[in-house]
Structure formats: structure tokens, C-alpha cells
């Protein structure tokens, strides 16, 4: 059997790392004294569940971080799961997402209607939310100007049909409060202080548990995936270098135990902050290179000759559009000039 200590990125739930590969939700699992794991299903292929963290008050109350997908089957899971660690779902009085994407905040309206539940969701995220929901975004000749903008063949267009407006399949919300860096929320016996950390969606935010050492990483951080970058970004951001600074800023909890929102709780966060940073700037290094080369060419052509983990035949619809966005990205980062300090140092040596 492998030495933990020898890895440098290991679980700290071989349950969770089980049920997550055989794409089924697992059991719930007592992290720490007064700390619950639970497994949300979610629709997605390929992701078969939404992490979400339970933390039960002295008073006996919950608060949950990223309650999961929305509907029935969400809530009846949730109800389930909160009822086996021997509560009901009328003690949750918070509800934290730590961004706006369907599988994190999806739940959260429906637990504030079912049972009085406060959302917090942080200010930045807020402006994303409202933007990404805006129907404007779906008419069909701005549609059309971006698809003529990434130089997208005709013959390819069809498909593309779902994959703009509200993407993300959420609702617009309105949070009881409004969270930002350096905020502390106190929810008998936990003290969490709030981290942004923008790369993802421009308002993800990190929440730490300094006195049981715990990183609710959401998105930002995974054991294994690799989140997409920009996926919810407001004008004149910068998601990669804003992506690759917040993972350079959470040097301070490398010892920390990281709780995900998807895949299983692990240690390791230096090797993996460097691991992540790494892998997008493989995909920044392969479009600066074709830059000389491609020039002013559409995005498409760019994306066409990159290296995709689901190949570029296989992608469709959203998968595709994210795809274009993602390279989209990646030039503009190239051609700002603001890619070359990462591109010019080995990402492994990154503290």
C-alpha cells in the first residue's frame, strides 16, 4: 500500500474517490466534530455529484455550503442525506454558494422558500449572476455576431443553439447578504473566513476554517478536474492571470485539508495549486505559438489545433462554446502581454 506521505496530492476520503469513479452520489461522511460531507446528484454527464458541507451550530442549527442542483430530485437528496446525519431540513438557516453555477447554487431559492434559509453569495458573483441571466444575452443576432466573430463554420452553427444566453441553467436571485474578502461568518462553533478567489467565475470565493484547517475550495481547487477558467466573467476581466494569482495566494493554507465541490477531499494543495497552473498554461503556450503562424485568423482555427481533454471532434453545443471561449481567452492573455511573467517561469516553481 502507498505512503500517504510520499504522494505529493493524496484523498483524505477513499469513499468519496470510490463512489465519485464508479459516477455514483456516496454516503455521508463526518469530516470533523460538527462537520458533514454529503454528495448532491447532479444531471451532468461526467459529473455525478455536487460536494456539499454541512456545518451544524451549538444551538443546533445548519449552515450548508453549496447545497447543489435545483428541483425535486435536489431537494429530496438533501432532505435524505440531512435526515441520515440525524437532523431535519428545517435547521438550516444559511445557505452559502461559493459561485453562481447551477450545481453550487442551484438548491438555494427553493431551501429559502421551503425553510427560511438565508443565501450568501459574494458581490462580485452577484453582478455575474444578474449578467449571465439576462435574456439579452440569448437574442439571436448577437448570437449569430459571435459565432461570425470566432469565424464558426455554417455548417456547425445549428448546434450552437442552446449553448448562449443562460447557459449555466440558473435563475436570477437576489441574496440576503451580500459577502466579500476578509469577511468572517460565525455560525456557532465555525469561523469562516471568506477568500476570492476569481478565475473560474469572477466572483468564486474560497471559504477557510482556519481553527480546523479546512479550504471549501468550490470549483477553484479539484483533486483531479480541471475547472474551466472565465465561465462566468464580468467586462475587461482577466480570468487567467486573475485564475493564476488566486491559486498563488492560497499559499498561506498549502497545509490545510482541501474540501472540493466535486471528486473527494484531499492534501496536497501546494502540488496541486502548481499542477493547475501548469495545465492552463500548457494551453497558453500552445496558442502563443500558433500565433506567429495563424495571425489574425478566427478563433476557430486556434481551437481546431489545440489539444483538448475531450477531443476536439467530440465537442458540441456547450462543450464547443466553451472551448472557443476558453482559446478566445487565452490569445487575449498572449497578445495583453500579461501571460509572459508565467509563461517565462516554470509553473512547478511557483510557491
Not at 438548491?107 to 452577484?126: H, K
Request: charged fraction near 20%; hydrophobic fraction near 40%; aromatic fraction near 8%.
Amino acid at each position: 500500500m502507498t505512503d500517504p506521505a510520499s504522494l505529493a496530492i493524496w484523498p483524505t476520503s477513499i469513499p468519496q474517490r470510490e463512489a465519485w469513479d464508479a459516477g455514483v452520489t456516496g454516503e455521508p461522511e463526518l469530516v470533523a466534530d460538527g462537520v458533514w460531507a454529503i454528495s448532491s446528484p447532479t444531471p451532468i454527464s461526467g459529473l455525478p455529484c455536487t460536494l456539499t458541507y454541512v456545518l451544524a451550530s451549538s444551538d443546533g442549527s445548519l449552515h450548508v455550503i453549496d447545497p447543489g442542483w435545483g428541483g425535486d430530485v435536489g431537494m429530496e437528496a438533501l432532505t435524505r442525506s440531512i435526515e441520515r446525519i440525524g437532523y431535519s431540513i428545517g435547521a438550516i438557516q444559511t445557505v452559502v454558494a461559493t459561485h453562481f453555477h447551477a450545481d453550487h447554487l442551484g438548491l438555494c431559492g427553493a431551501l429559502r422558500d421551503e425553510v427560511g434559509a438565508q443565501i450568501l453569495l459574494s458581490r462580485t458573483e452577484r453582478a455575474v449572476l444578474a449578467q449571465e441571466t439576462a435574456q439579452s444575452r440569448a437574442a439571436v443576432t448577437e448570437v449569430q455576431a459571435q459565432l461570425d466573430e470566432w469565424g464558426v463554420p455554417e455548417a456547425r452553427r445549428a448546434e450552437f443553439g442552446g449553448a448562449f444566453g443562460n447557459a449555466f441553467g440558473v435563475t436570477d436571485i437576489e441574496p440576503d447578504r451580500l459577502i466579500s474578502h476578509g469577511d468572517r461568518l460565525e455560525f456557532g462553533g465555525h469561523t469562516l473566513e471568506i477568500v476570492e478567489t476569481p478565475g473560474h467565475t469572477e466572483g468564486h470565493v474560497c471559504l477557510i476554517d482556519h481553527d480546523r484547517q479546512h479550504v471549501y475550495s468550490g470549483d477553484h481547487v479539484l483533486p483531479r478536474i480541471f475547472s474551466g477558467v472565465g465561465l462566468g466573467a464580468l467586462p475587461g476581466s482577466d480570468a487567467l492571470n486573475d485564475y493564476f494569482t488566486s491559486l498563488v495566494n492560497l499559499a498561506t493554507v498549502d497545509e490545510y485539508e482541501v474540501l472540493p465541490g466535486h471528486e473527494y477531499r484531499f492534501r496536497g494543495l501546494a502540488a496541486r495549486r502548481r499542477e493547475i497552473i501548469h495545465h492552463h498554461l500548457q494551453r497558453t503556450r500552445e496558442v502563443a505559438d500558433l500565433i506567429p503562424r495563424l495571425g489574425n485568423a478566427p478563433i476557430w482555427e486556434y481551437a481546431r489545433q489545440l489539444s483538448w481533454t475531450l477531443t476536439w471532434g467530440g465537442m458540441k453545443g456547450h462543450s464547443l462554446q466553451s472551448a472557443l471561449r476558453q482559446t478566445e481567452r487565452h490569445k487575449a492573455f498572449v497578445l495583453s502581454g500579461r501571460a509572459e511573467p508565467w509563461l517565462v517561469s516554470d509553473s512547478r516553481s511557483f510557491s
